[in-house]
């Protein structure tokens, strides 16, 4: 099975534990207003690439996932091709590889994606915005299939971590943190780390090459300091719910 990938990166740290070789498949379903690599977004593009090539060429790194590390499948919407990651992980498992997904959930929740990430070692899911209305003006799409996902990895006591972008002026206030909180709700007992990262503006250049219009070409890149304190004041909430 061949599937697009937009780009690889073979020794990321952020998408996961350890050393990773990131694969970053295209075309997303999304279209978040913050979004850095739009040019992962049109579902035409990206270079077919056959699982068992993909598969040859991360066994030649294997030696530095030792440690924790392994292959991380992004996007654009990795789930798009769950049926080329899930043919991944099988021949990846079978020389003690394991697969973590890093998706924004924006698939429905069908049988391909419940085997990619049965056969997944962890699930990162962004949790975009705090409502509907949010996802509807910011990510143009819906909140339903990422919710599913979340519910499906909590009941599966998948290895799960969280992630959202803060963006000045839309959701950098405590209140805001408090709004996702209140979406999360119980399943805040099923994820083993809830992380905010901050929106910058290195992927506006992308916009201008594409000709799209960037809607938030006027936002300034949120401070370290800001992203510190709500991640301190996240973190702080959690240890009082938990
Ligand atoms: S889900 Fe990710 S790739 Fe898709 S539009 Fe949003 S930020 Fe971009």
Known sequence: MQAPIHSEESFATLDGTGIRYAVFLQGCPFKCAYCHNPDTQPF????????DDLVKKILRYKTYF????????SGGEPLLHAQFILECEQKLAAFGIGCALDTSGAVPLN????AAVDHSEMVILD?????????????HGSMKNPLALFDYCVSNGKRLWLRTVIVPGINDREEDVESYLALIGERIKGVEKYELLAFHTLGFSKYEKLGWENPLKDTPALTNERLAALQTYL???????L
């Open 235 to 241: 973190d702080g909430r959690i240890k009082e719910i």
């Open 111 to 114: 049988d391909a994606v419940r």
């Open 66 to 73: 030792k440690g924790g590390g392994g292959v991380t499948f």
């Open 44 to 51: 035409a593009g990206g270079t077919p690439v056959q699982a």
């Open 127 to 139: 949790i975009k915005m705090p409502n509907e209305e949010g996802y509807e003006k910011y990510i």
